[in-house]
């Protein structure tokens, strides 16, 4: 019989994000012409109960260990349900129902599979499925292209984006092979001088992977994709290996890749141009337009912002994907932003954590990678809105509208949640 | 041996948490610093506010006739602007495109949060009331715009007529124009827009304020001032040969005379004849520096007071003058000068006014919605350029200039009136010289400034002059 | 009327802001109390104990046998149990030895016998103590402190 656990901070924190996903609801719902309807809390209270449900789910199922993730989660998916309400109220539903599918894979991603350490048995079933997925938009009749990207499957009316499950199976896949690789790397380790050399025959099939994935991605033209794994990839290695050398070598090809990107593929060159000079006379009211929004939103916001509902994101194209952190930002101000940013960097400081404890090498980088990822699609996309970087297409994680994002992150939680339940049960804690 | 996970994993942990902190001070910069740069920009949100979703106030004319209205259509307000001569003035105010000229700078006003009435900014950001807009009162002369529009026909340039004892401007005409109703009507915004943009006149610059010329042989107006309140007398006569240098030195390079002139010039024969040497001669003898000293007093270079953004101009590339050449060159008004023709009728306001220069301004009065003025708008003058007496003097030059014998500015005599004016033909890359004409009139006590601009024009300051005249005596209503 | 609605409005925002920061510093409040659970466990496992056999009844497990401790030790008949007693009045799954924040304790896991310590049956959970005596079944048991 599986004992009980009670898990009594994360309900206590749970009630705070009710509250949060509550208040910010009406404040939106009443500053709108229409005025606040009563029923218009239906959205936030039934998220507010499938948040619950989750916890109950947990606690029945005796899961110990961390009890954070799920409301810093639930807090963003919430903070992220009321900015869908502000902005394109219409796809409410549609973002309601992909959160509850996301809670889906979330309970279903912690039963199975039974013994985590599963998933390092099958790295090469991982990286199969994910090469495959990679390559599914390019597929004649469920390949969809969408903005000069072809990154989308479509079945029937449903949409969404396969590179989003890829990235959990990279980090499974590169975690597994790495705990291998490190093993050999402490036996075999030649140097010249400062320069590690590795050994070419293991090195070869990660390399190989890596550069499939990002090899496809430029062919779908997906920019932050492609930023992405290549993040993703250097972070494991460095994780693995500690080797700063392979970092330098992969910010390199970073920077040689990009240029060649410049000034062979077109619309990475505009992207580039309008982060150089946006107010240019001749970018800021064609492509630069999106982000000249953008930053106006962001300075019309001032220290607590215009209020809830008082701002004017509808200037801003497509604001409810690719600018949701702007919009956030101008109605709550640099305070409101900023907390929001604490809570992504709280959750990732988290992840890192149950990293730290857990038991195996490959439940380390697991779980390490697992947390670089929410650490790296945060900062991309807040440096995008804010001109600090080009823009690309990543989407602030839990809070944008989108459901294959929602949903893999969520399964990305349950995966960690996982980890830090096995470290408590092998070590004890509550 | 190799690190432990757990090191490196504290290491990217690190790193991480710098690159978020990083991140806050970008967002930072954008929320809390950058508010002061981006409010003069046309998109900014507060100016394109009420364009779309409410009534806009209404510009109007000195006499009350209305420039520029809001309408209600089918999907919200546009703007629809019934002088489309005045569109550089008013400018247009476009939910896309943002707003310019009279729309954005007073583009607070017009959305019922005039500065001259903080309460309602208040009211507005707070409680969300909105102060049904007046209007913005321009100080347009609808006879001298007429005037001026005819004039200028479809010849490209700039005229402009403003009040000297207060600054207002009567009538401000650019050529090529555009149409603003089309960039305002959501409908037809996007084609007008990259019209506009596309057409290599350049059609939506404002001639007036933003376009820079040299000034030719009006900028005698400034160098014999310069020269006059530092030493030359202008009686005294000197001697034109042309053509002229100063010494070997100067190499292939001349001053040349646009009338072949051989004798002894007085100041006042060397405004009526328009004669280059003579200034060239006069120039160098008081010193470059001096020169870059009372074209700046006169405004040229610096940042310009008039309500709606105007080009600074320049006296040099450098800003200073210190080659011989360049000297020589600049005082009969070529050299690197750039100037607008805002800028040269604040010159002869100046003149006229005994030295004093007024602020130029287009809007006279801020009303509310009932009619009452909340604010007017009389920045007074910006300062004593020169002495009276060398006003005086020179005014009586300028009288000889329109009124002498084989005067150049003939053609702007006004029956009945002295006029005092200039005439000057600027040679420039771009082929025939630009005509200008810079007077004001009645020559004793005037009541208007003009300048006018005609690129490219085949006589260059004698086919100005005329225009002139008919522009002036349309201000003193003849 | 306007004058209230907008004061509450503007409460309600308000209200969302302060949400906000509360909830992150509670959040913070968590994890910190979450730390130091975690810490003092990490600390205390060092120290881990044994269970030695004091009396059994049979053959197995010979008295005087140690068993090293985890930081969760499974007690029952079944095989797979990290403590396995091959008793028949022990239940499959009969009870499992915890550490719990530095703490042991026995918790019984619904055996059909029961667990005594200390001559007491225990209800459900119960703290142990080095040098406190558990009985499941026939078979005896001491929790000391060491390695085995």
């Not at chain 2, 999907?75 to 569109?87: C, F, P, S």
């Not at chain 2, 600054?167 to 409908?187: E, K, R, T």
């Not at chain 2, 010289?433 to 006589?459: C, D, Q, R, Y």
């Not at chain 3, 007690?75 to 550490?99: F, K, T």
Request: charged share 15%.
């Amino acid at each position: 019989m599986i004992a009980v656990t009670r898990r009594r901070p994360e309900l206590g924190l749970l009630f705070w994000v009710g509250a949060l996903g509550v208040t910010g609801s009406v404040a939106v719902a009443a500053a709108e012409v229409a005025g606040f309807r009563p029923q218009q809390l239906v959205i936030p209270v039934t998220f507010i109960v499938i948040a619950f449900a989750l916890h109950l789910f947990l606690a029945a199922r005796g899961i110990r260990g961390d009890q954070l993730l799920l409301p810093i989660a639930a807090a963003l998916t919430a903070i992220g349900l009321v900015l869908v309400q502000r902005l394109a109220s219409n796809l409410l539903v549609q973002q309601l129902s992909w959160t509850l599918i996301a809670a889906g894979a979330f309970a279903a991603t912690i039963l199975i599979p039974r013994d985590l350490t599963a998933l390092s048995r099958f790295k090469w079933t991982w990286a199969l499925l994910g090469v495959l997925l990679l390559l599914s938009p390019l597929l004649p009749v469920i390949g969809r292209e969408v903005n000069g990207a072809r990154i989308w499957v479509g079945l029937g009316t449903v949409t969404f984006e396969p590179w989003e499950a890829v990235k959990l199976l990279l980090v499974i896949f590169f975690a597994a092979y790495l705990e291998e690789f490190r093993e050999v790397l402490s036996q075999t380790q030649r140097r010249f001088g400062p320069i590690p050399v590795p050994p070419l025959p293991y090195f070869g099939p990660i390399v190989a992977m890596w550069a499939i994935a990002m090899v496809v991605m430029v062919f779908e033209r997906d920019l932050g994709a492609t930023l992405l794994f290549l993040g993703i990839f250097l972070a494991m290695l460095y994780l693995a290996t500690g080797e700063a050398f392979y970092t330098l070598i992969g910010i390199l090809l970073l920077l040689v890749g990009g240029y060649f990107a410049y000034h062979a593929f077109g619309h990475v060159a505009a992207r580039v141009d309008v982060w150089l000079h946006p107010f240019a006379e001749d970018v800021r009211f064609d492509s630069g337009y999106q982000l000249v929004q953008g930053l106006f939103a962001l300075a019309n916001g001032g220290l607590f912002g215009a209020g809830l509902g008082n701002g004017m994101p509808d200037r801003i194209p497509v604001v409810w994907s690719d600018f949701v952190f702007d919009a956030f930002a101008e109605e709550v101000g640099f305070a409101g932003a900023l907390a929001l940013l604490a809570l992504y960097l709280l959750f990732v400081y988290r992840g890192m954590l149950i990293a730290l404890r857990a038991p195996t090498a490959f439940l380390q980088l697991l779980a390490a990678g697992l947390s670089f990822i929410v650490a790296v699609q945060t900062l991309v996309i807040v440096g995008g809105n804010a001109r600090l970087i080009p823009l690309t297409g990543i989407t602030l994680p839990f809070v944008a509208y989108g459901g294959s994002s929602l949903v893999t992150n969520w399964m990305l939680v349950a995966l960690l949640i996982r980890v830090s339940d096995l470290t408590a049960r092998v070590k004890g804690t509550p | 041996m190799t690190r432990s996970i757990a090191a490196n994993i504290r290491g990217l942990t690190l790193t991480i948490a710098l690159a978020f902190l990083v991140t806050s001070i970008g967002v930072g910069y954008w929320t809390l610093v950058s508010g002061e740069e981006l409010s003069a920009d046309p998109f900014n949100p507060r100016l394109v506010a009420a364009i779309r979703d409410r009534p806009r106030g209404i510009i109007t004319d000195a006499a009350n006739n209305k420039l520029a209205e809001s309408v209600q259509t089918a999907n919200g307000y546009k703007r629809v602007y019934a002088d489309k001569t005045l569109a550089h003035v008013t400018g247009y105010a476009s939910f896309q495109f943002g707003a310019s000229g009279i729309e954005a700078a007073y583009a607070e006003s017009l959305i019922g949060q005039d500065p001259a009435d903080p309460l309602s900014q208040w009211r507005a950001r707070y409680l969300r009331e909105r102060v049904p807009p007046g209007s913005v009162m321009l100080g347009i002369n609808q006879a001298v715009q007429q005037a001026a529009v005819a004039a200028l026909g479809n010849r490209r340039g700039a005229i402009v007529a403003i009040d000297p004892r207060n600054g207002a401007i009567l009538a401000s005409a650019s050529w090529p124009q555009y149409d603003a109703n089309l960039i305002s009507d959501p409908a037809t915004e996007d084609a007008a827009w990259k019209q506009v943009n596309e057409d290599p006149n350049k059609p939506l610059i404002n001639r007036v304020t933003q376009g820079l010329y040299p000034p030719g042989s009006t900028f005698k107006i400034i160098t014999g001032a310069a020269a006059i309140e530092n030493g030359v007398d202008p009686n005294a006569k000197v001697r034109v040969d042309d053509p002229w240098q100063a010494d070997k030195s100067w190499g292939t390079y001349f001053v040349r005379s646009s009338s072949r002139a051989h004798g002894d010039y007085t100041m006042a024969d060397g405004y009526r004849l328009s004669e280059n040497i003579y200034f060239a001669k006069i120039g160098l003898q008081i010193g470059g520096p001096k020169i870059a000293e009372y074209a700046q007093r006169f405004g040229i270079g610096a940042p310009s007071r008039c309500d709606i953004t105007a080009a600074k101009g320049q006296v040099s590339r450098t800003g200073a003058l210190d080659r011989p050449t360049l000297i020589a060159d600049t005082a009969y008004g070529q050299g690197e000068l750039l100037v607008t023709p805002l800028q040269m009728a604040l010159v002869a306001a100046t003149i006229g006014m005994g030295g004093v220069m007024p602020t130029p301004h287009y809007a006279n009065e801020v009303r509310d919605a009932e009619g009452h003025a909340l604010r007017v708008i009389a920045p007074g003058p910006s300062g004593q350029v020169i002495n009276p007496e060398t006003a005086r003097a020179l005014t009586t030059m300028l009288v000889g200039a329109v009124e002498g014998p084989g005067a150049f500015a003939f053609a702007a005599k006004i029956a009945g009136v002295h006029v005092a004016g200039k005439t000057g033909s600027a040679e420039n890359p771009s082929g025939a010289p630009h005509g200008w004409f810079v007077g004001f009139a009645p020559a004793e006590a005037p009541t208007v400034a003009v300048a006018i601009l005609l690129e490219n024009s085949p006589k260059g300051g004698e086919d100005a002059a005329p225009l002139g005249g008919r522009v002036m005596a349309a201000a003193l209503g003849k | 009327m306007e004058i209230t609605f907008a004061v509450l409005l503007w409460g309600v925002r308000i209200a969302f802001l302060l949400l906000l920061y509360l909830f992150l510093l509670r959040a913070f409040g968590v994890l910190h109390r979450a730390l130091v659970a975690e810490r003092a466990v990490d600390g205390a496992t060092r120290a881990l104990g044994v269970l030695i056999v004091e009396r059994n009844a049979g053959h197995a497990p010979r008295v005087g046998e140690r068993f090293p401790l985890r930081a969760s030790t499974s007690i029952g008949r079944d095989a797979g149990n990290d403590v396995p007693l091959s008793d028949e009045a022990a239940s499959a799954r009969h009870a499992v030895l915890e550490l719990r924040d530095g703490d042991w304790w026995i918790e019984d896991l619904g055996s059909t016998n029961g667990t005594v310590v200390n001559g007491t049956r225990i209800e459900r959970a119960e703290r142990l103590h080095f040098g406190d005596e558990l009985a499941i079944g026939r078979i005896a048991l001491r929790l000391e402190k060491g390695a085995g």
